[in-house]
């Protein structure tokens, strides 16, 4: 017990070193300042060429949502989740050792070249997410929490990060074991990090952009849109385009959906109007909610919409 203790405290001094290092100390390798610099860089983006005309600079929630970035990517790991996990693993390691593991690592790629690395790592990590996507929109109670990041009304690129922080944890737990059974070679996933992280602020931007070829390899605004419209066909009452990154997954499992451009659909899910407005109210919700039936998605069903597949 003294030594998970000591895991605690360590991880709470070293995280809170590192994040006001990150704050204070620029540099090409700190991640608080890409974030900002991505964010601001998509913004502008968004401002001059708008796919929404008519939607305001500051859209609805977009303070919220830019709390909602700052909180998830940095205060949630100061408060909690860095010494959780820590103690995670180290538990998990603790109880391999009782049969004799002393690692997981199954497969040596160190002396894979780099760019070999970096395509597997992040192939493997989203296609997990990409499932994991999928239940959270299946399995009821992983819904209750989706919900928050569901709750947004006009897109914008800090849209991305309004998520609940279990979110985090279910994420990170399923990708844990597969990726820590490959012996990655890299000490920093950095540049991957980045490019999900970019991807992912202009899937959720007021931007009308499709890659034009690349639509069938790289997740893009019209087609994560039709992910968050609040109507849906009754034969996808789950959801459609689960992609994070990539949009290859989508169109291999046949989860693809892209009647037309979609730009002014309603988004959200039915009962909106009863849904929490703010932080605190919206990271309890899925704990305090009580009485309602999530067994199935009538909010996202309709009966009347067929499927249709157009070129966009």
Request: no cysteine.
């Amino acid at each position: 017990m003294e030594k998970y203790i000591k895991i605690i405290g360590d991880s709470y001094y070293g995280y809170f070193n590192y994040l006001v290092n990150e704050m204070f100390y620029p540099s090409w390798k700190n991640y608080f300042w890409w974030l900002l610099g991505l964010s601001v860089g998509v913004w502008l983006l968004e401002i001059f060429f708008p796919w929404r005309k008519k939607q305001a600079i500051f859209r609805k929630d977009f303070w919220l949502d830019g709390f909602y970035m700052f909180f998830n990517y940095f205060l949630f790991s100061l408060i909690a989740y860095n010494a959780i996990s820590n103690v995670a693993v180290e538990a998990f390691n603790d109880f391999l050792g009782i049969f004799g593991i002393e690692n997981l690592v199954a497969i040596h790629i160190e002396s894979w070249p780099r760019w070999g690395q970096f395509l597997l790592l992040f192939l493997l990590a989203d296609f997990i997410q990409w499932n994991v996507h999928r239940l959270l929109h299946r399995v009821p109670i992983l819904w209750e929490f989706h919900k928050v990041h569901h709750s947004v009304e006009e897109m914008g690129f800090a849209a991305h990060l309004r998520f609940h922080w279990m979110e985090t944890i279910i994420y990170k737990s399923a990708q844990y074991i597969p990726l820590a059974m490959i012996g990655f070679g890299l000490e920093d996933f950095f540049i991957v990090h980045i490019f999900t992280t970019a991807i992912g602020h202009l899937n959720h931007a007021n931007l009308r952009i499709t890659y034009g070829p690349l639509k069938y390899i790289l997740n893009n605004p019209i087609m994560h849109l039709w992910h968050h419209v609040k109507v849906l066909p009754k034969d996808r009452k789950y959801g459609v385009n689960y992609g994070i990154t990539l949009s290859l997954w989508d169109y291999l499992f046949r989860t693809d959906y892209i009647p037309h451009e979609g730009r002014d659909e309603p988004l959200g899910f039915n009962g909106m109007e009863k849904f929490p407005k703010t932080f605190w109210q919206q990271v309890t919700y899925p704990f305090v909610k009580r009485g309602e039936d999530t067994s199935i998605r009538p909010d996202r069903v309709s009966l009347t919409k067929p499927v249709i597949k157009t070129k966009s």
